[in-house]
């Protein structure tokens, strides 16, 4: 089984800051890795598909790259709404989460 | 648009059986590359996956968990059932069902949850 990693684990930023929080799989899954936000007591959210692909309806501050094992998250200038953790997720597997709180 | 909402029971009992039932509207899931996936988050903890049905009745389960799942639909009524046996505290969690995309390309092939569902708290005690 591919096993997801996300680094770092939780991180304090201010708002305006950019933020950018990477996901590694064990094994190359080619691009097909997405991104979710989850607020507390919320779903979870799908913010980024296909590795680099913004869902509709999501700001552009949000953006993904990466392909093989490598991919990263990046929120261009932290908003307040933004506080929360994130999840990437292949196939049939999430990684473990980042908390995203106020510095 | 797109809803789907979990519903089933909120407190089991050590060793019984959830059936939870996920009804959903805005898509058909006869339609190819479509699926509905059953994902869980015990209380401040990540998100673990646990099932997923596909359009052509196609099934992926948890390896951890597959001995005691079972998913399956009902497309004339637009549900997903999803039943997990011999249930213990440790499966205390919200229960989320979720649509499914799954896109192929040549030889790779991947796919995403979008939208979910409310979620549903499943509290396992005695």
């Known amino acids: 089984d591919i096993q997801m990693t996300q680094s770092p684990s939780s991180l304090s930023a201010s708002v305006g800051d950019r933020v950018t929080i990477t996901c590694r799989a064990s094994?190359?899954?080619?691009?097909?890795l997405n991104w979710y936000q989850q607020k507390p007591g919320k779903a979870p959210k799908l913010l980024i598909y296909a590795a680099s692909s913004l869902q509709s309806g999501v700001p552009s501050r949000f953006s993904g790259s990466g392909s093989g094992t490598d991919f990263t998250l990046t929120i261009s200038s932290l908003q307040p709404e933004d506080f929360a953790t994130y999840y990437c997720q292949q196939k049939f597997t999430f990684g473990p989460g980042t908390k995203v709180d106020i510095k | 648009q797109i809803t789907l909402k979990e519903s089933g029971p909120t407190l089991v009992k050590p060793t019984q059986t959830l059936t939870l039932t996920c009804t959903f509207s805005?898509?058909?899931?006869?339609?190819?590359?479509?699926?509905v996936g059953w994902i869980r988050q015990p209380p401040g903890k990540a998100l673990e996956w646990l099932a997923l049905i596909y359009w052509n009745d196609d099934k992926r389960y948890s390896p951890s968990l597959k001995s005691r799942l079972t998913i399956t639909k009902d497309t004339s009524k637009n549900q997903v059932v999803l039943t997990m046996t011999n249930m213990d505290p440790v499966d205390t969690a919200t229960y989320y069902c979720a649509h499914a995309l799954v896109v192929v390309v040549a030889a790779t092939w991947g796919n995403w949850f979008d939208p979910w569902g409310q979620g549903t708290l499943v509290t396992v005690s005695s």
């Open positions: 094994q190359s899954i080619s691009s097909y």
């Open positions: 805005g898509f058909s899931l006869s339609t190819s590359g479509v699926g």
